[in-house]
């Protein structure tokens, strides 16, 4: 399996490599509403865009699990709460021990 991770890895590198090589073109980018502009070779500007794409979805569904993350904490809580509580009634009590017989 950790061959196939590797492998697949590889061929991922190789592809991005060949990618980045084919696209050394520089362009120029322009941020609208900003009177700024950069130029930077066309790979770097797509594989940016990929990332922050990726980075925005990232956040995005870490937004969106905050309710599940919030309701198990709840119930990790509510478990260990009942485990203590279960815990304490297990030990012996001295006043619910059986009642002793006289000595003769």
Not at 54 to 64: P, R
């Given at each position: 399996?950790?061959?196939?991770?590797?492998?697949?890895?590889?061929?991922?590198?190789?592809?991005?490599?060949?990618?980045?090589?084919?696209?050394?073109?520089?362009?120029?980018?322009?941020?609208?509403?900003?009177?700024?502009?950069?130029?930077?070779?066309?790979?770097?500007?797509?594989?940016?865009?990929?990332?922050?794409g990726?980075?925005?979805?990232?956040?995005?569904?870490?937004?969106?699990a905050?309710?599940?993350?919030?309701?198990?904490?709840?119930?990790?809580?509510?478990?260990?709460?009942?485990?203590?509580?279960?815990?304490?009634?297990?030990?012996?009590q001295?006043?619910?021990?059986?009642?002793?017989?006289?000595?003769?």
């Open positions: 399996m950790r061959l196939v991770y590797w492998l697949i890895t590889a061929l991922l590198a190789l592809i991005l490599v060949m990618f980045a090589v084919s696209n050394r073109g520089a362009v120029v980018v322009t941020f609208w509403p900003l009177p700024a502009t950069l130029e930077a070779p066309l790979y770097l500007v797509l594989l940016l865009a990929l990332l922050a990726f980075l925005l979805g990232e956040f995005v569904a870490w937004i969106n905050g309710r599940t993350r919030r309701a198990l904490r709840e119930r990790n809580r509510r478990i260990e709460a009942l485990e203590r509580a279960a815990a304490q009634a297990q030990l012996p001295a006043s619910t021990s059986a009642p002793r017989l006289p000595r003769d």
